[in-house]
């Protein structure tokens, strides 16, 4: 396999490794991570209370742009926590794309609502506004709520409230997010992003994640930064982002001493410990996104010369990626499944697409609508290796 071997020589070049295992995404610590790890250890404050914790919020809300952000233990509590605060409640239905990460969908479950899966663009990955606008036209009524006298879109079969629109920045790459929003706020449905895939990420110049009502970010070992584990909520609204403080730590009544607690609360507040680790990971960002980018380069001018079917996903227009995980499509799923045995069985982590949400046991009673770009995508995709260097090999 002439072709295969050409792939997989040219990313063993990139990470300047002639043999051994080459993983999809490693994490780099090449600055102060250890410096703050012990200080932090030394303060004692090793849990949800400490400087380190309250200092990666602030960094994270000034290179977002959003106007408050607030730690969580991972992304998937911080989407449960967003839909919750976005008023997700048991028994309405929140949009989503079929093709995303479990947790997405797994988050929505949690809240007791039944995710609604609609294609995503063939060039961005996420959501479709296209899909979008045509399923709320097509399939959803507008219903005034006597009690709260705001207007609800009510889908016209199941009769259950669209609580909310969850689209996901998928591997990186910005979606359609303005049309979205736009789209949103003429059903009022309150837009929770996943960019849990996308710190670093910009649309129009603006930060993904500051869209919509909430935004979720991820700091999981694999993702471009990391806290080990962790998560982040921003915010364009300060007072919601003072709520979700509160409920992240068990809705504490503040007082020096009393322990009092009014609502159902939630340990949610990422420790200071991992929160160390996070701001040394993040002073690197620019740093780790200049060299995803050049490596996304890279791969863009060697697999357009190559004489082949396989073709770089490219970000979209109009975006900026974070190009967390390069993405290539085979002409089928066949040539897909044999790049994928050979590359792993050469030492080279590949994988293809999560197995969309709408096949799964849990959720395939789920509405799906017409997903046709979402199964190409599934049946297509590979991630190749995307870890930050440091310095790169040429
Ligand atoms: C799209 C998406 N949503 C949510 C999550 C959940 O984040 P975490 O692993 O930090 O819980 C992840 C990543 O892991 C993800 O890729």
């Known amino acids: 396999m002439p072709t295969y071997e050409n792939i997989i ?29 012990n200080e932090c250890i030394d303060s004692t404050f090793v849990s949800s209370v400490g400087k380190f914790v309250d200092l990666f919020e602030e960094k994270i809300a000034e290179y977002t742009g959003a106007k408050k952000a607030v730690v969580c233990v991972n992304g998937t509590n ?29 988050a929505i479950s949690y809240c007791g609502a039944k995710p609604v899966f609609l294609d995503v ?28 006298n705001q207007k609800e879109t009510i889908n016209k079969i ?11 920045h998928t591997f990186g790459h910005p979606c359609r997010i303005e049309e979205i929003a736009e789209i949103c706020n003429v059903y009022n449905i309150p837009l929770v992003e996943d960019a849990a895939e996308s710190l670093g990420s910009f649309y129009k110049e603006q930060h993904t994640g500051t869209f919509g009502v909430i935004g979720v970010l991820s700091f999981n070992g694999n993702k471009v930064i990391t806290t080990g ?9 300060e007072n919601l982002a003072k709520r979700a403080k509160y409920l992240t730590t068990q809705a504490k009544v503040p007082h020096v001493w009393e322990f009092v607690h009014d609502e159902i609360g939630y340990n949610y507040r990422m420790p200071n410990i991992n929160a160390a680790l996070g701001l040394a990971q ?12 050049k490596t996304a380069c890279m791969y863009k001018e060697f697999f357009s010369s190559l004489s082949s079917n396989i073709t770089f996903v490219d970000e979209p227009s109009d975006s900026s990626s974070n190009y967390w995980l390069n993405c290539i499509l085979f002409s089928n799923k066949k040539e897909r499944d044999a790049f994928l045995k050979y590359s792993n069985e050469n030492g080279v982590m590949t994988r293809p697409a999560w197995q969309l949400m709408n096949e799964l046991v849990m959720f395939e009673d789920c ?15 590979v991630n190749i290796p995307s870890s ?7």
């Not at 063993?12 to 991570?33: C, D, M, S, T």
Request: proline residues 5%; charged residues 20%; glycine residues 6%.
């Open 9 to 37: 020589s040219f990313i063993r070049k990139i990470y300047n490794k002639p043999e051994g295992f080459i993983p999809l995404h490693a994490p780099v610590f090449a600055g102060n991570e250890k410096k703050y790890l």
């Open 78 to 106: 911080a989407l449960h926590l967003a839909l919750i605060m976005a008023g997700v409640e048991r028994d309405s239905e929140v949009i989503t794309q079929p093709l995303t990460f479990i947790a997405t969908a797994n």
């Open 121 to 148: 663009d063939m060039d961005t990955m996420g959501l479709s506004p296209k899909a979008l606008k045509n399923w709320l036209q097509t399939s959803t009524i507008q219903r005034s709520n006597n009690s709260t």
């Open 158 to 168: 199941s009769g259950k409230r669209i609580s909310a629109c969850v689209p996901m």
């Open 229 to 237: 584990g962790g998560g982040m909520l921003l915010f364009m609204d």
């Open 282 to 293: 993040l002073e690197q960002l620019p740093e780790f996104l200049g060299s995803k980018r």
């Open 367 to 381: 509405e799906t609508d017409n997903i046709t770009n979402a199964k190409d995508i599934a049946n297509r995709l």
């Open 388 to 394: 930050s260097l440091v310095d790169h090999a040429f």
